[in-house]
């Protein structure tokens, strides 16, 4: 999954979306057949893309597509598999399996001490993840702080992202750097622990040490971390990126600007070139908010 490391993914429902993604420069496509929410109210529920956009996507670009599954789904996965996906997403916003007969992997997490001494939060995950293990194709996951990106990393995530609360296109890109922020914040935090500490918060986390051991002396995670939610502005990804994050999932609200495949170019290069301000004044300027600004008539 090191390949995809600064680099644009591009969430799309359609070929024509994935075309215009990989002219652009994306390295990488999630096809959806729709978003989540006209999903839930069109079929009840929020289920793994059609194999059929999936097929169609694949024949239409020759970068990576990533297949999206829901949380647990060994079978959804393993039709992915089979249709030759580069890479298979869980996806929290798809209606989650969490039977005790399916191969999965549980995910059991609390964590009360927040950045610097403060109270912090609590979160708790008790979903059902697949066990990667069996499985030839990487696999990419959600976390919403370091203990469940921990967790998700232990059960064979080859790749972490934030984790999405909402639909992408109506997602609030400021949880995505509430997140990301807040899992570089732990990762420091681990970092300035002595050997005791760690063992405890390998208790905390559930992990094994070693990988407790490697994320404190490396602070990083050992596998590539891209912010996702809500992003489709170039200026956002450039922050994110400036913070650590190893590239950015592009949300397909980027489709609703008026020149979509500027705007994701715009992304790519943002990504790229966050250290240089000068370029970013320029994308700035040339998208001018929702999207680039009309030419005036008369």
């Known amino acids: 999954m090191n390949k995809f490391r600064g680099k644009a993914i591009v969430v799309v429902i359609n070929p024509a979306q994935a075309r215009i993604a990989e002219d652009a420069g994306a390295a990488g496509v999630i096809p959806v057949d729709s978003i989540t929410e006209v999903m839930v109210t069109n079929e ?21 597509v990533i297949g999206r599954v ?8 393993k039709a992915m598999e089979f249709a030759k996906v580069t890479c298979i997403e869980e996806n929290e916003l798809l209606n989650p399996i969490t039977t ?16 610097n001494g403060t109270d912090g939060y609590e979160h708790t995950v008790d979903k059902a993840c697949i066990d990667k293990q069996p499985f030839k194709v990487p696999f990419l996951c959600g976390a919403a702080d370091l203990g469940e990106a921990l967790q998700q990393i232990r059960s064979g995530a080859s790749m972490i992202r934030t984790k ?3 639909s992408e296109d109506t997602h609030d890109v400021s949880k995505t750097f509430e997140i ?54 170039p200026i956002d990804a450039a922050m994110l990126m400036s913070l650590g994050c190893n590239g950015i999932i592009v949300c397909s ?46």
């Open 180 to 233: 990301v922020r807040r899992i570089f914040d732990e990762i420091e935090q681990l970092s300035l622990e002595d050997e005791v500490g760690l063992y405890s918060r390998q208790a905390t986390y559930n992990v094994d040490f070693e990988l407790i051991q490697m994320v404190a002396q490396e602070k990083r995670l050992p596998v590539p971390f891209f912010a996702a939610g809500g992003i489709f502005m």
């Open 100 to 115: 005790k007969y399916n191969q999965a992997f549980p995910l059991k997490f609390r964590f009360k001490d927040g950045p």
């Open 253 to 298: 609200r980027a489709f609703k600007t008026l020149d979509p495949e500027s705007r994701i170019s715009d992304i790519v290069s943002a990504i790229k070139h966050y250290r240089e301000p000068a370029r970013l004044a320029r994308m700035i300027e040339r998208t001018g908010g929702y999207g680039p600004k009309p030419k005036p008539t008369g």
């Open 70 to 77: 829901r949380v647990g789904h060994v079978m959804e996965a």
């Open 164 to 166: 999405i609360t909402t």
């Open 44 to 64: 009840g529920a929020a289920r793994s893309t059609d194999l059929n956009t999936i097929n169609n996507v694949m024949d239409r670009v020759v970068i990576p």
